[in-house]
């Protein structure tokens, strides 16, 4: 059964890095893009960054442009989420997800959940003031 696995959530000060790891199991994914998105309590899921299947493509929500930067090692079928400069509105729960179609190039719906197929079951990054 094909899984991606999340890890490396936690409980930050405003100001700290943590790094969020997504690794797949059952399904090599070097050949899809990955994204990752995140939803706080009562609002809507929000798209955060997506990688194509090369790594040679990153693309970035607004509200985390600068902060955060998304990785790829594909001999690992792994995929990375750097966060620096925490905010306490960064706290979210975060999801890593799969397009489904290999070698699909970024485009303009990559940051549309719809263009996802396989998710995780999500990690929770907590960021206090």
């Known amino acids: 059964q094909v899984q991606l696995v999340e890890s490396g959530g936690g409980l930050v000060q405003a100001g700290g890095s943590l790094r969020l790891s997504c690794a797949a199991s059952?399904?090599?994914?070097?050949?899809?893009?990955v994204g990752w998105f995140r939803q706080a309590p009562g609002k809507e899921r929000e798209f955060v960054a997506v990688?194509?299947?090369?790594?040679?493509?990153?693309y970035y929500g607004d509200s985390v442009k600068g902060r955060f930067t998304i990785s790829r090692d594909n001999a690992k079928n792994t995929v990375y989420l750097q966060m620096n400069s925490l905010k306490p509105e960064d706290t979210a729960v975060y999801y890593c997800?799969?397009?489904?179609?290999?070698?699909?190039?970024?485009?303009?719906?990559?940051?549309?959940?719809?263009?996802?197929?396989?998710w995780g079951q999500g990690t929770q990054v907590t960021v206090s003031s």
């Open positions: 059952g399904r090599t994914f070097s050949s899809y893009a």
């Open positions: 990688i194509n299947w090369s790594g040679g493509s990153t």
């Open positions: 997800a799969a397009q489904g179609y290999a070698f699909r190039p970024l485009s303009a719906n990559s940051d549309s959940a719809q263009m996802y197929d396989l």
